[in-house]
């Protein structure tokens, strides 16, 4: 068990129901300070769900139910004292497919700032620029920032999304599949920038790419129906999984 | 010999010769207006859009009061409605709880089939002592002195009873079409300015209506449609006296109430005729831009399912 104060978020007795359906069941784990943490599992397990837990997304699924803890630097989320949007400017959200803002490419990583109610623009202006840096998307834009995001294509979308959040510098990077969109080239850009990222955050990636999986992460866990099946170091994870299940996910079995 | 392919032919054959029928009888009445206007097209030529005297014994025809009629009560019906059909369409998508969405869309659909002249009686017993027995009087005492508000008459009927009465004729057309819009806004984009730390206002404003105006748009083009042709209900309404409304409670007249009134003593004289086919062509002509119009927005939008919905197939 790692120490207290290392531990960013920490998952007890999670249990998550669509209706009567109960997908997640009992997920126990945590994730480490400047860590980089992957999920893996077979398409349906509900890594997704569960990503979203995270920062309270399911919020306002229809009939969604949880119970169970989710704390985060100690204070459980879902405590009825914790303001939801307040939670959820601490904590980046990259999602399976890119989303951008029907607005420019600038204003789409603006938007985040605005809304934390910087109102600054040589400093908006300079965190567009850097963050369009890191997400390795600057040179392919800088001539057309102010042109809608739609104009991107899917992979520059995706980047753009990246980009966007980590603006507001969150604590917390959620991201889900982020590179599923993405030619091996810019992906490589962002399995390079998560690395170099969690000197900052602690990121949980959802992943179906079991090799920039191992390449990129330090704690990795697999998701079978629902069920947290292993969690563990990645050194452990992806040479010596306890489980035959693991083993036979990681040996591309499913 | 009787195969598939024939039966299949067959029915493409008896298909198509009810889709050309329906076109032919369309084209045939455009044919029919056009060859009975044509006369007064002649002698009047383009004074005819703003003369403003209607004499038919003297045979002057100019549409200008009409044409002002219909375009205030047209105006102000679009000035009402939209801002209460954004409020129901965003309150009904955005914040209705979902047991309640079905039944309030549900009655907001079954508003759109009243038929017209129920509207009529309705804003004629309700809507014209409202005006006259408040309304008038207050705008009376406190702003007699703005011409555009100045109160003339005190009758309650006029522009204003019928661009009320008009307005909520629109409402279920433009907010239905409001709520549908904010509906076919992809998920994940709303979620993406949640997860950001956005209120469910900022999601509104920043993420579902820059989304949704076009078809929004196409909706307030749909609903201008509706207004610009309504008719028995304006008749009731608006008073029915051919001058160029000065004020909100003017009496007036508009294209559609003046061919309902009249056009069945029209026919005596031609050229009487003719300057009245000349205002339904002219009326014909701005309903169908706009619904060409609208229809091309609507149908960028959501994928052509409202063409469908309305034509019974693709
Ligand atoms: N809103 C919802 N209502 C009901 N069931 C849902 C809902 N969203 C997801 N599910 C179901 O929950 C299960 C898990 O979905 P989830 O998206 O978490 O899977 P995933 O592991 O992310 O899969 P993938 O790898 O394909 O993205 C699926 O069976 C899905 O059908
Ligand atoms: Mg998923």
């Keep these: ?254 | 010999m009787f195969n598939l392919k024939y039966k299949d032919d067959l029915y493409k054959f008896i298909l198509s010769i009810f889709v050309l029928s329906v076109i032919s009888v369309f084209l045939i009445a455009v044919a029919v207006i056009l060859f009975y206007s044509y006369p007064a097209i002649i002698r009047y030529g383009f004074s005819f859009l703003w003369v403003k005297e209607w004499n038919p014994p003297k045979e002057v025809f100019g549409a200008l009061t009409f044409l002002a009629g219909t375009f205030m009560v047209t105006f102000l019906a679009l000035l009402f409605a939209i801002p209460f059909s954004f409020g129901i369409g965003i309150f009904l998508q955005e914040y209705c709880p979902l047991f309640l969405r079905g039944i309030f869309t549900v009655i907001i659909e079954m508003l759109a089939g009243i038929p017209s002249v129920v509207f009529g009686v309705w804003g004629v017993l309700t809507i014209v002592p409202w005006l006259r027995e408040s309304v008038e009087p207050f705008f009376d005492r406190h702003f007699s002195s703005i011409p555009f508000l100045k109160v003339e008459e005190n009758i309650g009927y006029g522009i204003l009873a019928a661009s009320i009465v008009v307005a909520f004729m629109i409402l279920p057309i433009i907010s239905s079409i409001t709520k549908d819009s904010l509906e076919s806004v992809p998920k994940i984009a709303k979620d993406g300015a949640l997860a950001m730390g956005a209120t469910r206002l900022d999601v509104i404003k920043d993420v579902s209506l820059p989304y949704a105006l076009n078809g929004i748009y196409g909706g307030i083009i749909l609903g201008f449609g509706r207004a610009v042709g309504e008719t028995i209900a304006v008749v009731l309404l608006i008073g029915n006296q051919a001058i160029v409304p000065k004020s909100l409670f003017s009496v007036g007249y508009t294209i559609s109430a003046v061919l309902a009134n009249t056009f069945t003593f029209a026919v005596i004289s031609p050229i009487y005729a003719s300057a009245e086919v000349e205002l339904a062509l002219i009326l014909l002509a701005v309903s169908l831009i706009i619904n060409i119009v609208g229809r091309n927005i609507l149908n960028k939008v959501i994928g052509g399912r409202f063409n469908r919905s309305q034509f019974g197939g693709g």
């Design chain 1, 1 to 254: 068990m790692a120490e207290q104060d290392e531990i960013k978020v920490n998952v007890k007795n999670l249990n998550f129901y669509y209706g009567n359906y109960h997908l997640l069941k009992n997920i126990n784990l945590y994730f480490k300070k400047n860590s980089v943490c992957t999920l893996l599992g077979p398409s349906g397990c509900g890594k997704s769900t569960f990503l979203r837990t995270l920062n309270r997304m399911n919020d306002y699924t229809e009939g969604a139910k949880l119970t169970g803890e989710v704390l985060i630097d100690g204070k459980n989320i879902y405590d009825k004292s914790v303001d939801v949007v307040e939670l959820r400017r601490n904590i980046g959200m990259v999602f399976q497919s890119p989303n951008p803002f029907p607005k420019s490419i600038f204003d789409n990583i603006a938007f985040g700032l605005k809304i934390h109610g910087i109102k600054n623009r040589e400093f908006i202006a300079e965190r567009v620029e850097k963050c369009l840096r890191y997400a390795g998307l600057y040179d392919e834009v800088k001539d057309k920032l102010h042109k809608s995001a739609f104009s991107l294509s899917g992979g520059q979308q995706q980047r753009l999304c990246i980009a966007r959040a980590i603006a507001t510098n969150p604590s917390i990077l959620l991201m889900d599949e982020p590179t599923a969109y993405l030619d091996p080239a810019s992906a490589s850009i962002i399995l390079d920038l998560i690395t170099t990222f969690k000197k900052y955050y602690t990121i949980i990636i959802v992943s179906h790419n079991i090799q920039q999986a191992g390449r990129i992460s330090d704690y990795s866990g697999f998701f079978l129906d629902g069920e947290l099946i292993e969690f563990d170091e990645a050194g452990n994870f992806f040479t010596r999984p306890k489980d035959k299940r693991t083993e036979n996910f990681i040996t591309s079995r499913y």
